[in-house]
């Protein structure tokens, strides 16, 4: 019923960019504040960026701000991450993630992988 589906990942050398899409099914898009999240090969998850519901609230990890640009569009419910001036440590899974508290739900998509090497 519910799905989070990222697509977009890939490889890249640094210094290039490429942009992330998240397609949501099964639920009311517009009520949720929507994150990415990344894994990166041995680490822990960690946020990279959050969007409002509404998108008029954004925040990001200091790692990626001013590199990486989080959008929403509620008619398409769609997530999206512009991600310019890739670095290595960028390397990781990208995952999708959904929250919405007041009805403490939350769903988290599959993740893509992104490998910036050179």
């Known amino acids: 019923q519910v799905q989070l589906v990222e697509s977009g990942g890939g490889l890249v050398q640094p210094g290039e960019s490429l942009k992330l899409s998240c397609a949501a099914n099964?639920?009311?898009?517009?009520?949720?504040?929507m994150s990415w999240y990344r894994q990166p090969p041995g680490k822990e998850r960690e946020l990279v960026a959050r969007?409002?519901?509404?998108?008029?609230?954004?925040n990001y990890a200091d790692s990626v701000k001013g590199r990486f640009i989080i959008s929403r569009d509620n008619a398409k419910n769609t997530l999206l991450l512009q991600m310019n001036s890739l670095k290595p440590e960028d390397t990781a899974v990208y995952y999708c993630?959904?929250?919405?508290?007041?009805?403490?739900?939350?769903?988290w998509g599959k993740g893509t992988l992104v490998t910036v090497s050179s």
């Open positions: 099964g639920f009311t898009f517009s009520r949720y504040a």
């Open positions: 993630y959904a929250s919405y508290s007041v009805l403490e739900r939350n769903y």
């Open positions: 969007i409002s519901s509404t998108g008029r609230n954004i």
